[in-house]
């Protein structure tokens, strides 16, 4: 009686192992989840870049680890890595990290993936643009836009701005879109809207585009002559 007790407790324990192991593997352990975890959210500061500019990158982290670094790793619009690079993350569990859009990119949809944990699901991804660049006043000298403030204050006379700005233009050190040059007009007074215009932009107010289109309607008015 005694060895039928033992038998029978014998079977009962492997079915039950047995069952056990079965509901377990019953579709694999379960995946890991993002709570409490290594998760990051990034954003850039624009959404579209020119070849030359810097990226930015910001954000914040689900949890801080001083022996854990922030990756951070940019791909090409066919998935090819360009750039990776680990980033410190500072304990009030923010970021900041600068790429710069060297020679290694080019223009097109870039992929960016942050990862901070062991996980998929502590990968965050975000993208950004990389344009030609499309600006019409191409590199235009940081010095002109002090002239360009001086000009709108009145330090500077309308003569003596044209004729730097004319200067450049002709050195290539300035370059405008093709506009066709305007005969001389009955008034050669800068109307006062181009002078705001050129204030504002040296002030940062308005883009450099505002300040072109403001330089054409003087070569239109043959105001400023571009031989």
Not at 20 to 31: I, K, L, N
Not at 67 to 78: E, G, H, N, P, T
Not at 138 to 155: D, L, M
């Amino acid at each position: 009686m005694k060895l039928n007790k033992i038998l029978l407790v014998g079977i009962m324990s492997l079915f039950v192992v047995s069952s056990f192991g079965e509901a377990f593997a019953y579709g694999g352990a379960p995946e890991q989840s993002s709570a409490n975890n290594f998760t990051v959210e990034i954003t850039s500061d624009n959404q579209t870049y020119s070849l030359g500019d810097s990226v930015v990158f910001s954000g914040t982290v689900g949890k801080y680890d001083e022996k854990r670094s922030l990756r951070i790793s940019v791909f090409d619009s066919s998935s090819n890595l360009v750039v990776t690079q680990k980033t410190i993350v500072n304990p009030d569990y923010t970021f900041t990290h600068t790429v710069e859009l060297g020679e290694k990119f080019s223009d097109g949809k870039h992929i960016v993936k942050a990862q901070y944990g062991s996980t998929k699901a502590t990968v965050a991804i975000i993208s950004f643009e990389v344009t030609s660049s499309t600006d019409i006043s191409g590199a235009i000298p940081e010095w002109v836009k002090n002239s360009a403030g001086w000009w709108a204050e009145g330090s500077v006379d309308d003569d003596s701005f044209i004729q730097g700005l004319q200067f450049l233009i002709k050195e290539g050190l300035m370059e405008i879109p093709t506009t066709q040059q305007g005969s001389t007009g009955s008034s050669n007074e800068v109307p006062t809207w181009i002078k705001t215009t050129a204030g504002w932009w040296a002030e940062g107010s308005v883009d450099d585009d505002s300040f072109i289109q403001g330089l054409q309607f003087l070569i239109k008015e043959g105001l400023m002559t571009i031989s």
